[in-house]
């Protein structure tokens, strides 16, 4: 388990929304591709390990996700797993691609998020900020069971996280000041990053026990949606 630190956030200012990455942070991101790759490779009789796939496809996908010419993140997750299988010899189907890049779809929320999700409601709007397509996040979003009041995708911002233009689209559309707001994330990279570089109130949410980045400080450290939500609420008399 993770120390938290927390010793550096406070909530002198009370926030409007509170806004979540999803994959990952509210999602079973890794648990199910570590699970479809797996698959993948057994049919294959390949020695490669289900997470050095999944390391090679986020080499992938920021590079993908920086060309500057915007793509839908569908095509991302595609042509990323092919190459990333193609780094370690492997050439997998067409049906077999498919049906890794469409594992998102098939995400349910780590156990604790959506009770964590209707406590937050209870007192903040709720937003999720994510580096996906509309139709590819929506059946996700179902699946958390909790509503949100805004969905922000890349696709609609036309950019991906971490470029701050995805961050100030949807402040624009939300009608809030990033001051108003805390970013709850999983992802060091793309949203610890972007977020520093706003100058955003976050909490990291570390559920792999991982080192963070010390050039992306200040933001709260804590090993699940309950952690968050302690921050957030305030405790109980």
Not at 25 to 48: C, D, F, M, N, P
Not at 91 to 120: F, K, N, Q, W, Y
Not at 204 to 217: A, H, K, Y
């Amino acid at each position: 388990m993770p120390e938290l630190n927390t010793s550096v956030f406070t909530l002198d200012s009370i926030p409007k929304v509170i806004t979540f990455d999803c994959y990952g942070t509210l999602v079973q991101w890794y648990e199910v591709l570590l699970r479809e790759i797996g698959a993948t490779l057994a049919k294959h009789g390949s020695g490669a390990s289900a997470s050095a796939i999944l390391d090679s496809f986020s080499s992938q996908g920021r590079r993908l996700t920086a060309e500057r010419l915007h793509r839908l993140y569908k095509d991302i997750l595609r042509t990323g797993f092919v190459a990333a299988f193609a780094e370690h010899g492997l050439t997998p189907s067409g049906d077999e691609i498919e049906r890794v890049a469409a594992s998102p779809t098939t995400m349910g929320p780590h156990p604790e998020v959506p009770a964590a999700l209707r406590r937050l409601r209870e007192r903040y709007r709720l937003a999720i900020f994510t580096n996906s397509d509309d139709d590819l996040i929506a059946p996700t979003v179902a699946r958390i069971g909790v509503p949100f009041d805004y969905v922000i995708t890349a696709e609609q911002a036309r950019a991906y996280k971490p470029s701050r233009q995805l961050f100030e689209y949807a402040y624009r559309r939300i009608g809030v000041t990033p001051d108003e707001t805390v970013h709850v994330a999983m992802g060091m990279y793309w949203d610890m990053k972007a977020r520093h570089e706003l100058g955003l109130r976050g909490i990291w949410v570390n559920r792999r026990g991982e080192t963070g980045n010390p050039d992306w400080l200040p933001y709260a450290e804590v090993s699940d949606l309950d952690g968050a939500a302690a921050l957030l609420l305030p405790p109980k008399l």
